[in-house]
């Protein structure tokens, strides 16, 4: 089945660094979004990027999305001590469901 | 108040047991997910609701019971468990069912969760 794969599976980074992490998929989507998960909580939605998108901004997140390369990607600049989580991707092929990829695991160190 | 609330957070059961799992969603959403997160494994889906009608059923096997009595609450029944059914179980909600284009965002919107371990 369709299953967005991020890279890397974790990464440690000092806090006031930038955090990018990649997502790639198999098939033809209609979006795709990204989510966070502290540990041992839920997941929070953090933004959907459609199809016809090439790159969209919210706050300190930047998401971009290459539709010939199936893949996308999440930065976050300027990155704090609250946004060690994880962060997963989830691709909807517009045939009835989510799938969600294994996760990157994001370290801030102050 | 966050607008889905699972209960417990928390529960620990003997593989003999009887025990349920219950989601409230405060959101006016019209689907209802399912979904079991273990460790170096990906979320899978379980369960979908829409519109109080079990629309999905990703191969699950018969311990876990799924009831939707209404569109804001969701139920897990849980019997004969085994210990590698040992996970976070995470109800979500969304505006409908199926996130495509044309429909309000699609995106889901998580409980806390309920961390099950069986003994």
């Known amino acids: 089945s369709q299953q967005g794969e991020e890279d890397p599976q974790a990464l440690s980074i000092q806090e006031g660094e930038n955090a990018t992490m990649n997502c790639s998929y198999k098939t033809s989507i209609n979006n795709l979004q990204w989510y966070r998960q502290n540990s041992g909580r839920g997941l929070v939605h953090l933004i959907l990027i459609r199809s016809n998108e090439r790159e969209k901004h919210s706050g300190r997140l930047r998401v971009t999305l290459d539709t010939s390369k199936k893949s996308s990607s999440l930065l976050i600049t300027a990155s704090r001590a609250a946004d060690t989580a994880s962060y997963f991707c989830?691709?909807?092929?517009?045939?009835?469901?989510?799938?969600f990829g294994q996760g990157t695991r994001l370290t801030i160190n102050p | 108040e966050t607008g889905v609330t699972q209960t417990p957070r928390h529960l620990v059961m003997g593989m003999t047991n009887k025990k349920s799992l219950k989601c409230e969603q405060h959101?006016?959403?019209?689907?209802m997910y399912w979904y079991k997160q273990s460790a170096k494994k990906p979320l899978e889906l379980m369960f979908v609701?829409?519109?109080?009608?079990?629309?999905e059923n990703n191969s699950v096997p018969s311990r876990f019971s799924p009831e939707c009595p209404n569109s804001s609450h969701l139920f897990l029944h849980l019997h004969t468990l085994q210990p590698e059914d040992s996970a976070l179980y995470l109800c979500?909600?969304?505006?409908?069912?199926?996130?495509?284009?044309?429909?309000?965002?699609?995106?889901?919107?998580f409980g806390e969760g309920s961390r099950l371990t069986v003994l």
């Open positions: 989830a691709t909807d092929d517009g045939a009835q469901k989510l799938v």
């Open positions: 979500a909600s969304s505006q409908e069912a199926w996130a495509s284009e044309g429909l309000a965002g699609g995106e889901l919107f």
């Open positions: 959101l006016g959403h019209n689907a």
């Open positions: 609701y829409s519109l109080e009608e079990r629309v």
